[in-house]
C-alpha cells in the first residue's frame, strides 16, 4: 500500500489544542489531516507492535482519507491492520473488547460539525486509551517525518465487518417473545 500525503504542511507547528483528555479533535486540514493520521498510526503501532488494529470510520468527508493514512501508519509499523470500515464507534470498542482486535482506532469528531475530525483510540476491554500523554511522542513522530514523505508498506489491510456480530451480542440477552411484531432499536446518531 502506498500513501502519497500533502507536501508543505508546517507539522512542526503541531497544534496542541488538538489532544484531549480521551481523544484527538480537530478543524480539517488545519489541524487534523493526513500526516497527523499517518503519524498516529506510526506512533500507535510502535507501542503496540504485535496488536491487531482495527481501524473504523464514520461518514465525514474527510474520514477515509484519514483512516487510509492512519492505516499506512500501523501498516509500515508491522501491525496487522483490520479495515472496519463506516461504522459506529460502539463497533471499534466492541472488536476489542470481545479480542478481535488489540487496539482500535475510530476515525470521528464525535458530535462536533463537518469541518472537524479526529480519533478514539481503545485498548484492552473496549476502554478508551487516555490520549494527553501522546502530544510529546506524536510530535516527534511528526518531526521525523516532517513533509509526510511518501510511505510504503508491504501489506494491505484486511477488510473485517463486525456489525453482524454486534447486532447479535446486542440482541442476544433481549428477550423478544412479547413482543407482537417488528422492535427497532435505535442507535442514536451513529453512522447507519
Known sequence: MRLKVHQGHPLEQLDTRIFRACDIRGRV????????AFAVGRLLGRWYPQAKVGVGRDTRVSSAALADALIAGFLTSGCETFDLGFCP?????????????HLGVMVTASHNPEPDNGFKVFKAHGD???????????????LENPRGQTASASKAPIALSLINEFVEHIAEPLDLKWTKGPL???GLNGTA
Open 29 to 36: 486540514p488545519e489541524q487534523i489531516n493526513v500526516e497527523v
Open 89 to 101: 464507534t460502539e463497533i471499534v470498542a466492541f472488536g476489542v473488547g470481545i479480542g478481535r482486535i
Open 128 to 142: 478508551q486509551e487516555p490520549i494527553a500523554h501522546l502530544m510529546d511522542r506524536l510530535r516527534v513522530a511528526l
Open 184 to 186: 427497532a432499536l435505535n
